[in-house]
């Protein structure tokens, strides 16, 4: 391994660590902290700050929120869930088949369902639009398999610090990432050892060796996150939560420093590619004889570099196992190093529309309640305290000394256009997302349903930008799984891949596996693939859409399409047990008897068959021993008792002549029997297969209705 010291003479990593975390957080994270803190707060409807809050309960003034964040990111949202992303790999070039890109699009899928891929994307969609930033975190893990396995997770917003010295959206540009978050002292005894975790547990709560006692904004995503008053003191590195379990702040900073590597360089197309760092020499001799026009030179390349701290004292410092770093990106839009998300451009109207409705309950609340003019000493059934309580009840009497001497506040009238003003506000939140009525479903009644399917369809390309950008990190994300697949899953396994159809078994798939002849099948580790994304509409909808589209084409264009297909794009509870039925398919019992059938009636059609063509050959042969019998009769009556010809040689070569006729009938009749007891066997064959399944095909009769079957 490398000695960082040869690249930099005085490094101190864990002073390194902190410096570096103090100029990504005054650059620029600080400020994006707050900002998704607000918007979060929004989203979560909490609209009113706390000093406007006790300001308006002091004067008895309504505080409403009409929360109109939620709904239109849960439309947003909605609109991802729609359009899924499926993807897909393709052989570039440097050694790669379509064998294993349709491989590796196997092992894809199995990695996404073993990380449920899909609901990780929602969150990190949904951490985009309402912050502007999510992020996944892809790794190799071993707590299932020792041979390790791809884990892909949600990485809290909050806590990723970004380099701010770069404005590019994929990270192999980034100079750093650092990730910040809490972790238990008795898991740092176990990750990192006794040594030093008690060297952590020696150290007071609160303890900071730099000056950072006003950074606060740091805020693990958790339940308990504004209750735990200690998560939110400033840049502590320590605290004690129940039961004396201290909690350790981590600091892991991925960076990348300049330095020379190995690399495999391709001779005759010039293609350099870094030896992944977990190879040994067997692995890179073996590759080397697998590629003869492939040579191993030493490059300066950027490599990743892993340094993980607590307090001043250094966790782990080496050199990344990864070719990148584990930290993929979603940005919904992205504008010279500028993140912007969907919410924060919804708070000012959001703002109006609450102090808008809030001030016309207001004036609605005063109208009915405005107050009294009593002149002292007026009241006789009740005080002026009582009346104050009591004066906007229905029915209320009042007895008065004299007439006049009490009179009623007039209220204020609802200002001119105040209505309009939280209308204007709900239409700057629908124009701003771009979330309209007809996206919401919500149009009028008198427009028609094709004119409403065209609007939701110019209303979705508002939404274009923020799934370009979503399919441009599902790009990154395979790139990524990719790079740790072919580093990682180098040795020989057995991957189970799960069907992803209505009664589609799993199959079993080998990878790096060795073959007799010395090659190896779906070698993973050899060859350079391109990714392919495509949206998709999700399954349901996709199924609801693909059997409106058949059942118009089998009604109104009289296309026959089969009813099994009918029923596996149906929504219907159980297609399996009812496409078993349709098919004639039965249990496994029913399915076995009746295989066993079938062959026992193939075997009887085959051994007649046999035993008439035996029989034909039978009779080929006697009238061939026949024939023989009879050439040899007259050749002996060509012969005289004394064996002298009595025949003349033309008579013996006509007769000869005649038996060779004979002869070669008989072989010819014997070949035509052979070739007509084949044709019929293929014959039998086809139409035995034919009879299946027009069987299969043959429609099902209708079972009686309840109502038919009481009136019989």
Request: net charge negative; charged share 25%; aromatic share 8%.
């Amino acid at each position: 391994m490398q000695d960082i010291a040869k690249y930099r003479p005085n490094y101190d990593p864990a002073q390194e660590n902190v410096y570096r975390y103090a100029y990504m957080r005054d650059a620029g994270h600080r400020d994006f902290v707050l900002k998704a803190r607000k918007c979060e707060e929004y989203f979560a409807g909490l609209q009113w700050n706390p000093e406007d809050l006790a300001a308006l309960a002091m004067s008895r003034r309504p505080a409403l929120v009409i929360n109109k964040v939620l709904s239109t990111i849960d439309r947003l949202v909605g609109e991802q869930l729609y359009n899924r992303s499926s993807i897909a790999f393709r052989p570039g070039k440097a050694g790669a088949t379509g064998l294993v890109a349709d491989t590796l699009t196997q092992l894809f899928m199995q990695i996404s369902n073993n990380n449920k891929l899909p609901w990780a994307r929602t969150d990190v969609f949904t951490d985009g639009v309402i912050t502007s930033r999510g992020y996944y975190d892809v790794r190799i893990q071993v707590d299932d398999n020792m041979m390790g396995e791809v884990k892909v997770s949600r990485a809290p917003a909050e806590t990723v610090l970004l380099d701010p010295d770069s404005g590019e959206y994929d990270p192999k540009e980034w100079h750093d990432v650092m990730t910040s978050r809490w972790v238990e002292l008795r898991d740092i005894r176990k990750i990192y050892g006794n040594k030093k975790a008690d060297m952590l547990g020696l150290m007071p709560d609160s303890y900071s060796p730099y000056d950072f006692a006003g950074d606060d904004f740091i805020k693990d995503s958790t339940f308990g996150r504004d209750t735990i008053a200690a998560r939110t003191a400033g840049m502590s590195y320590l605290y004690t939560a129940y039961n004396d379990v201290k909690y350790v702040r981590v600091m892991d900073r991925q960076w990348k420093e300049l330095v020379s590597v190995p690399v495999f360089i391709d001779l005759m197309l010039g293609d350099i590619r870094p030896v992944p760092n977990n190879w040994n020499d067997e692995q890179i001799g073996y590759y080397i004889q697998q590629n003869p026009n492939v040579r191993v030179i030493q490059r300066m390349m950027k490599k990743a570099r892993w340094t993980t701290t607590a307090c001043n004292l250094v966790l782990h410092d080496e050199w990344s196992p990864y070719k990148e770093f584990t930290i993929v990106p979603y940005f919904p839009r992205l504008r010279n190093g500028r993140t912007i998300g969907v919410v924060e451009n919804l708070l000012s109207p959001q703002q109006l529309l609450n102090k808008a409705r809030s001030q016309e309950l207001h004036i609605l609340n005063t109208s009915s309640n405005s107050g009294w003019i009593v002149e002292n000493g007026a009241l006789v059934n009740m005080t002026e305290t009582e009346l104050e309580t009591k004066g906007s009840e229905t029915g209320l009497v009042l007895v008065v000394n004299k007439a006049g001497s009490i009179e009623k506040i007039k209220p204020n009238q609802i200002p001119t256009g105040l209505d309009r003003v939280a209308w204007k506000a709900e239409e700057d939140i629908k124009s701003i997302s771009n979330v309209t009525d007809y996206m919401l479903g919500s149009a009028r009644e008198d427009v028609s349903a094709k004119a409403v399917q065209f609007n939701q369809a110019q209303g979705g390309s508002g939404f274009a930008p923020l799934l370009d950008n979503l399919n441009k990190t599902d790009t990154l994300l395979a790139e990524r799984i990719l790079d740790l697949v072919q580093s990682f899953y180098s040795g020989p396994r057995l991957m189970h891949i799960a069907g992803d159809r209505a009664g589609q078994q799993g199959t079993e798939m080998q990878l790096n596996m060795p073959q007799a002849d010395g090659s190896i099948l779906n070698d993973l580790t050899i060859g350079e693939y391109g990714v392919v994304v495509t949206s998709e509409p999700e399954s349901a909808t996709m199924e609801q859409t693909q059997y409106e589209q058949a059942k118009e084409m089998r009604l109104e264009l009289g296309i026959a399409i089969p009813d099994a297909y009918m029923i596996e794009v149906s929504a219907l509870r159980d297609k399996d047990r009812l496409m078993q039925e349709i098919s004639g398919e039965g249990t496994p019992e029913e399915e076995a008897a009746e295989k066993e059938l079938e062959q026992r009636t193939a075997a009887a059609h085959l051994q007649k068959l046999e035993a008439e063509a035996a029989d034909k050959s039978a009779d080929a042969q006697l009238k061939s021993v026949r024939a023989a019998k009879e050439q040899i009769e007259v050749e002996k009556s060509a012969l005289g008792e004394d064996g002298q010809a009595q025949l003349s040689p033309a008579d013996i070569a006509t007769a000869k002549l005649d038996m060779m006729k004979a002869q070669q009938q008989s072989n010819n009749k014997k070949d035509e029997d052979t070739h007509s007891f084949l044709l019929k066997m293929r014959e039998m064959k086809l139409q035995f297969t034919y009879d299946k399944q027009l069987q299969a095909a043959a429609p099902k009769p209708a079972l009686p209705s309840p109502k038919a079957g009481a009136e019989k």
